[in-house]
């Protein structure tokens, strides 16, 4: 059973650029969540989706955008890079159950330059 | 979400049980406690979590005070492979619908 993918697993951008990041969850899981992380910092939660839309959403301006797709895969999407979005991307997935666990995947590095 | 407070950086021998304490004095009565860990190089993974009682399972064990402030994740017997960074989680009742919130966590280094 293939846990959480993700891809890229490195990216270089440049400021002003945008990005696509892709996520597939674990099997049988419905529920996306995605983190970004700083280097020396604990994950920082962007938002959370169910059913195809976005249920939930941490302190991250609109230039972050997401998807779910029927298959519950998921994209991050960001707008108008900025040097200070240069962090390790995280998606997480779990089932839409009280206190569900989430399984996080490798990460994707994203560099912006 | 209530906060919480743990160690920057913890040391511990091999083979020799590790306490790591998390402080959170601002728990409420519904909320539960998470942990998770953070090899190098990876995404975090899921340790334990629990409310009142002590948990146990393969991975550690989870002791929670009387009065809920303060908690501990022991590792009863360390290996090199534990070395990483452990985030200790508040969740409100409805966890199912939130993200995790999560501080600096504590480095653990493990001497062989």
């Known amino acids: 059973d293939a846990g959480v993918t993700q891809s890229p697993t490195h990216l270089i951008k440049t400021r002003g650029q945008q990005v696509t990041l892709r996520c597939s969850p674990k099997?049988?899981?419905?529920?996306v969540s995605w983190y970004q992380q700083a280097l020396g910092q604990g994950p920082q939660f962007i938002f959370q989706?169910?059913?195809?839309?976005?249920?939930q959403r941490g302190n991250f301006p609109d230039r972050f955008s997401g998807h779910q797709f029927p298959n519950y895969s998921s994209e991050l999407n960001v707008n108008a890079l900025l040097l200070g979005d240069s962090a390790l991307y995280l998606c997480?997935?779990?089932?839409?159950?009280?206190?569900?666990?989430?399984?996080f995947g490798p990460g994707t590095r994203l560099l912006v330059l | 979400d209530a906060k919480t407070t743990q160690p920057n950086s913890m040391e511990s021998n091999e083979e020799e049980p590790v306490h790591l304490p998390c402080n959170h004095s601002t728990i409420s009565g519904t909320d539960y406690i998470h942990w998770y860990r953070q090899l190098p190089s990876q995404g975090p993974e899921y340790v334990i979590h629990?409310?009142?009682s002590n948990v146990n399972n393969r991975m550690a064990s989870l002791a929670i005070a009387e009065d809920r402030k303060s908690s501990t994740l022991i590792l009863h017997r360390a290996t090199l492979r534990d070395a990483a960074v452990y985030y200790c989680i508040l969740r409100g009742h409805f966890g199912g619908a939130d993200g995790l919130t999560f501080g600096k966590g504590t480095h653990l280094i493990i001497q062989p």
């Open positions: 099997s049988g899981h419905d529920t």
């Open positions: 997480a997935s779990s089932f839409n159950t009280f206190q569900e666990t989430q399984y």
């Open positions: 989706y169910y059913e195809e839309e976005e249920r």
């Open positions: 629990g409310l009142t």
